[in-house]
């Protein structure tokens, strides 16, 4: 009884661990997109739609602020946004 709870425990350990690398795999490939985005945000080269009324990169918090109101109101200013990166 106490040797098949010590595999079964060992296999649950197992599958948890084999979705904490998958999660973590996740999370390195959307850090590597946003350290892109912010590099390119920094450096300028992200162009803007004029009529899109946004002026990247932000620079401060209010404009950020202002910027997560829009897009929760506006679907298509999200998907121009989305379509520049």
């Not at 197992?14 to 390195?28: F, G």
């Not at 997109?33 to 992200?46: D, E, I, K, P, R």
Request: proline share 1%; no cysteine.
């Amino acid at each position: 009884m106490l040797l098949h709870f010590g595999i079964l425990a060992n296999k649950v350990i197992i599958t948890l661990l084999a979705e904490m690398k998958s999660e973590l795999n996740d999370i390195k490939r959307q850090v590597a997109l946003n350290t892109q985005m912010l590099q390119a945000l920094s450096s300028g080269s992200v162009e803007t739609n004029d009529e899109l009324e946004v002026q990247l990169p932000l620079q401060n918090s209010q404009a950020l602020d202002q910027l997560e109101e829009q897009l929760l109101r506006d679907d298509q200013l999200r998907k121009s946004l989305v379509s520049m990166s």
